[in-house]
């Protein structure tokens, strides 16, 4: 008879005494375990040092003529009067105004023509077209004023808020079709398939379908168009000679002389001046953030 023996699991070796014993990893802390001064503290400080420009311009706008004090009081608006009627700041700002928003109409139908066909269409230059349009972000404006000068003069357009409009369009629209032209990647293109198979034709299939997907894209880039033609100064510089034609940024610049600078009206200028850039950015923050995901469908 054949029987057969249990065997017993061979014992574990001992640890050497040497051996250190093995510590657990150190787990990271996750974001909402971090103590909220450490994220609070230095937003804090980034926060006051963007402020005090603010306060400082603030300050000068609203407290008398000769006051030293760090406060704005007695508080007073005598120099927003003196720049909005003694210095034609109403002008200025009415002409700023119709330069804005005929770039931002202007360069948004533009760019989004260009930028359809950069988006949905085929060509044998269309890679050379495009480096031409990155490359033509590399040119400054200052270069642009002599060419720009000459063709405006054989134009009579001098003197005229058209070429500021038509130099502001043409500098903004390379960037703005190459955004517009990514913006319309993104929307599928079996959309507007199935709206020729409905029986749309290509441009009720693009006003339909594609230009609803394309509000955050269209809201950012004329936004940025609006922006940066108020805020230019070379071109208004330039080309308009008459007060009555200038915009805000050179009104503020004769504000400045060789000898002196009024600095409560400077101050109270530069206010005026940034009012209409803060309510367009306000407004638009929200598409700004949804913006560069326009046009992405689920399903």
Known sequence: MITKEATAP??????????PPRQAKKR???????????IYLPLGVYLVFTLIPFYWILLFALRPAGSTSLVPWPMTF???????????FGTFFENSVYVGLATLVMTTLVALAGGYALARFDFKVKRAFMLALLCSQFVPGALLLVPLFEIFAELQMINSLGSVIIAETVFQLPLSMILISNFIKNVPYSLEEAAWVDGCGRMRAFLVVVLP??????????????VHSWNHFLFALMFLNNQ?????????NTLMSADSVDLGALAAGGIIAAVPVVL????IQKWLITG????AVKG
Request: cysteine-free; aromatic content about 14%.
């Open 78 to 88: 005598d120099h927003f009067e003196k720049v909005w009627t003694d210095r034609s």
């Open 213 to 226: 997907l394309l509000r955050p894209g269209l809201i950012a880039v004329g936004s940025f168009a609006f």
């Open 244 to 252: 009555d034609k200038q915009t805000i940024p050179v009104g503020l």
């Open 28 to 38: 990271r802390p996750a974001w909402d375990e971090v103590p909220r001064w450490q």
């Open 10 to 19: 061979a014992p574990a070796p001992a640890r050497a005494d040497h051996e």
């Open 280 to 283: 367009v950015f306000a407004f």
């Open 292 to 295: 560069f995901s326009a046009g």
